[in-house]
């Protein structure tokens, strides 16, 4: 889709902090994270909604969700996670939403200096090594 945030991330005409990625999923820091080391995992396919979503795709994305999770974790020094998924272009989590509803989750953070980078580099060592 040619207005999709996420589809030029994956064509690489939006620059990305990538984690990891494969044929059919890229994962990258998010520019305005609810917490350091924040990382969307998406498939390279565009789906608007997670119903138009092939189950063989969804199935696969938490598979590999569960592997980068315990990464991302170690490789940003958490003590656990929330795991989020946004549906449709209004959508936050599994709450309904509506334009305009002036629903906030959660403030977000900005990375200082090359934190942004020093992190996705923790966290890529502990893909690479979950991984393996």
């Not at 990538?18 to 350091?36: C, G, M, Q, R, T």
């Not at 969700?65 to 170690?74: D, S």
């Not at 989750?105 to 890529?124: P, S």
């Amino acid at each position: 889709m040619n207005d999709c945030i996420f589809c030029k991330i994956v064509g690489g005409q939006i620059p990305a902090t990538k984690v990891y990625e494969d044929n059919d999923f890229v994962a990258f820091l998010d520019i305005h994270p609810v917490s350091y080391g924040h990382t969307l995992v998406i498939p390279k396919e565009h789906f608007d909604k997670l119903e138009n979503t092939p189950e063989e795709t969804v199935v696969k994305l938490y598979k590999l969700i569960r592997r980068l999770a315990p990464a991302v974790v170690a490789g940003s020094e958490a003590e656990g996670y929330n795991l989020g998924l946004n549906s449709g272009a209004v959508a936050g989590q599994i709450i309904p939403r509506r334009k305009n509803d002036g629903l906030e989750l959660w403030g977000e953070k900005e990375y200082q200096g090359n934190m942004m980078d020093e992190i996705a580099k923790k966290i890529r060592a502990a893909i690479k090594q979950a991984l393996n």
